[in-house]
């Protein structure tokens, strides 16, 4: 199995930045993929950003196009989402999320989610 562990949420003011980390154990297949989704109260979770373990493509949902980066980097079995111009809107927990397979057998992980606050 794959345990995710996210951390880095907190309260910022709009307009500043924060990196969440998600870290993984075990071992994500190489041709899966890592994403960030979040929800906030009364909503449906919503894609943030999604890459792929090999770390050779990514994709950004449009909340995230343009503010947002997601990344793998050393140590490699960590993603981070790098959150830039904050808005009052983007106040969620966010959540990790990893899907895969491992050969034929599919797998679906969430993290727990960390709290992001945004101030105005």
């Known amino acids: 199995q794959v345990q995710l562990a996210e951390s880095g949420g907190g309260l910022v003011e709009a307009g500043n930045s924060l990196e969440l980390s998600c870290e993984a154990s075990?071992?994500?297949?190489?041709?899966?993929?890592m994403a960030w989704f979040r929800q906030s109260p009364g909503k449906e979770r919503e894609f943030v950003a999604s890459?792929?373990?090999?770390?050779?493509?990514?994709w950004l949902g449009d909340s995230a196009k343009g503010r947002f980066a997601i990344s793998r980097r050393p140590p490699m079995n960590t993603v981070y989402l790098q959150m830039n111009a904050l808005k009052p809107e983007d106040t969620a927990v966010y959540y990790c999320?990893?899907?895969?397979?491992?050969?034929?057998?599919?797998?679906?992980?969430w993290g727990q989610g960390t709290q992001v606050t945004v101030s105005s």
């Open positions: 999320h990893a899907n895969g397979k491992w050969g034929n057998a599919p797998y679906d992980f």
């Open positions: 075990g071992r994500p297949s190489s041709s899966g993929a």
């Open positions: 890459i792929s373990v090999s770390g050779g493509n990514n």
